[in-house]
């Protein structure tokens, strides 16, 4: 989950109620508990495992055996997944697609308060590694397809489930990447649900906002690097390898990629210089107008989560260089990390890093080389019933469409051309629940209150 967006809004406050237990709940808890207590991460976990155990509960719920589909690779036997597939009763309705990563960030035990891979209640909250990002995600889809199939609901429209493992580390084997590329008529759909989406609290747990995710950024890594013949450090020259990776990477530091919009994010920055007003308000609303306006460009840009909203970023996260105390260095390297806006390419991004860096520093892109990043439309079929089952469950907040400034595993799907939305519905605290970070977490209320949500988000679209 990606998670930039959340500090770009302003505060609308409107309380929320308390979750109660329910025999239902009482179910997807135990589904829940189960796949965030199963260690997924890439050094030691198994996404194979939890596809397996959900692949086991969709089968006592009445999937059968043509109805699951299992994937892995022979080279990565532990990062499998699982597409399940309940039939709908028009054949000329499209499919839809629930999307969603098992997965997680690597977590040390010493590091956290509690077992990242115990799931603990405590204080209103839900702590462990996953029970955010993305194993909330994927335990109420997979509820959901459960609750379908033990009800005898049959959808209009065939609805496909998706688990996959990678999403979170960028060397990894990617289900998503896999299954666009090797088993596409598995899971095409006229439109995908992904993580991305979702909604605010303020700090004392009062709901702020909702926000559907309509596109986002491609991430995109590229190695500077630079070699000299070196020598004795008592004989220093100006030619330096470090010196002259240095300069690069300050000339990266000081170049702003120009502004651009989508029509998300225009309609995002439309709403938010309503919301925002005073100095910024006003910037924002120059900016619409003339997206060269350097001024307002400055103003606006002062918020880190407005100035990447606006504009390809790349900055430099990892440096290399030197073999020896006493000797010049012969080769000095830096990854820059790149979140290309939608509609730019990789290749044009390396062409102006080139650009920037100057003779004698090569850069290259790294592999794996991601799509160009499509954004979906403002479809009215997707984003209407989002705000009509909002307004039953959450009674005057408003929607923001938004782009993410990070990147999903949607990016694969929409490049063959199945748009991919980041759905409303569950609320994370204002400084993100410890997603990616120590002691990860969310409100019971807000997993009980978004599972409700979704549920009847799924049918609305489902018919």
Not at 104 to 116: G, I, K
Not at 220 to 236: D, K, L, M, R, V
Request: net charge neutral; proline share 6%.
């Amino acid at each position: 989950m990606k998670l930039g967006w959340m500090t770009a809004a302003a505060v609308l406050m409107a309380p929320g109620a308390q979750a109660q237990t329910r025999p239902d709940q009482q179910a997807f808890f135990a589904l829940y508990k189960e796949l965030v207590e199963t260690n997924t991460t890439l050094s030691s976990g198994s996404c194979t495992q939890a596809a397996a155990q959900i692949g086991a509960r969709l089968k006592a719920a009445g999937y059968t055996d043509a109805q699951l589909t299992y994937f892995s690779v022979p080279d990565h036997p532990k990062e499998g997944g699982l597409v399940a597939v309940l039939p709908g009763s028009d054949p000329r309705a499209r499919p839809m697609l629930l999307l969603a990563h098992l997965d997680v960030v690597e977590a040390r035990r010493e590091d956290w308060q509690r077992d990242p891979f115990t799931l603990v209640e405590e204080g209103g909250y839900y702590y462990g590694r996953g029970t955010v990002d993305d194993k909330a995600q994927a335990a109420i889809w997979t509820d959901a397809m459960i609750r379908f199939r033990t009800a005898g609901y049959r959808p209009k429209r065939t609805i496909k489930l998706a688990l996959t493992c990678g999403e979170e580390t960028t060397f990894a084997f990617n289900g998503a990447e896999w299954l666009a590329k090797n088993r596409p008529e598995l899971i095409a759909a006229e439109f995908a649900l992904n993580e991305g989406g979702g909604g605010r609290n303020d700090e004392r747990g009062n709901r702020q906002l909702l926000a559907i995710q309509v596109g986002e950024k491609a991430a995109q890594n590229y190695t500077f690097a630079t070699t000299n013949p070196g020598g004795h450090s008592s004989q220093p020259v100006p030619d330096n390898a470090i010196y002259r990776l240095a300069d690069a990477l300050k000339a990266v530091q000081g170049y702003e990629f120009p502004v651009r919009f989508t029509d998300t994010t225009r309609a995002f920055f439309t709403a938010s210089a309503k919301q925002l007003g005073g100095e910024t308000g006003t910037a924002i609303t120059r900016l619409l107008a003339n997206p060269q306006d350097g001024g307002a460009d400055a103003i606006v840009s002062r918020d880190k989560a407005l100035h990447s909203t606006l504009r390809t970023t790349c900055v430099a996260t990892l440096v290399n260089a030197g073999h020896a105390e006493n000797a010049l260095p012969q080769r000095a390297t830096a990854n820059v990390n790149c979140r290309i806006f939608p509609g730019e390419t990789v290749e044009g991004t390396l062409a102006r890093l080139k650009e920037l860096a100057g003779a004698g520093v090569t850069v290259t892109a790294n592999q794996p080389i991601r799509p160009t990043a499509i954004p979906p439309t403002l479809d009215p079929k997707i984003i209407g019933p989002a705000q009509a089952v909002a307004a039953r469950h959450f009674p005057g907040l408003p929607i923001l469409p938004v782009m993410s400034t990070g990147a999903t595993d949607g990016i694969f799907f929409e490049a063959i051309g199945i748009p991919v939305y980041g759905v409303p519905g569950m609320f994370i605290d204002k400084d993100g629940g410890g997603i990616h970070g120590l002691n990860e977490r969310i409100r019971v209320r807000s997993l009980y209150d978004g599972r409700d949500y979704l549920f009847d988000l799924v049918k609305a679209y489902a018919g």
